[in-house]
């Protein structure tokens, strides 16, 4: 099983970034996707997961709104679109994997939830 994240880099307030993280190893339709993101001095936390299988979401309150969840099923990808940027958005985002897919509800989603990681790709907002 592998995760691994793509798209991270440096953006100005109020731009943009699309992460990609592409799954390989297990059938993607029967795993939630989760983003977690990790700042600086902080725990990790989570962002938003997406169930391939039905497109089913959840979102954290702060990203609500800004961020957007999306999957490809027939690239194994999931995606996770960000607008507005904020400097506060700046973490180590990482994609996780669960099963069953039907994880992704505000009592179940959280990074106890979760079987694989990936490595994390680093976005960085500036003020």
């Known amino acids: 099983v592998q995760l691994v994240e793509s798209g991270g880099g440096l953006v100005h307030a109020g731009g943009s970034l699309k992460l990609s993280c592409v799954a390989s190893g297990f059938t993607f339709e029967d795993y939630a996707i989760g983003w977690f993101r990790q700042a600086p001095g902080k725990e990790r936390e989570r962002v938003t997961c997406i169930s391939p299988f039905d497109d089913s979401t959840f979102y954290e309150d702060p990203v609500k709104g800004r961020f957007t969840i999306s999957s490809d099923s027939s690239k194994n990808t999931v995606y996770l679109r960000m607008n507005r940027l904020r400097p506060e958005d700046t973490a180590v985002y990482y994609c996780?994997?669960?099963?069953?897919?039907?994880?992704?509800?505000?009592?179940?989603?959280?990074?106890?939830?979760?079987?694989?990681w990936g490595k994390g790709t680093l976005v960085t907002v500036s003020s």
């Open positions: 996780a994997a669960a099963v069953p897919p039907g994880v992704c509800v505000d009592t179940m989603f959280g990074a106890n939830a979760m079987n694989y």
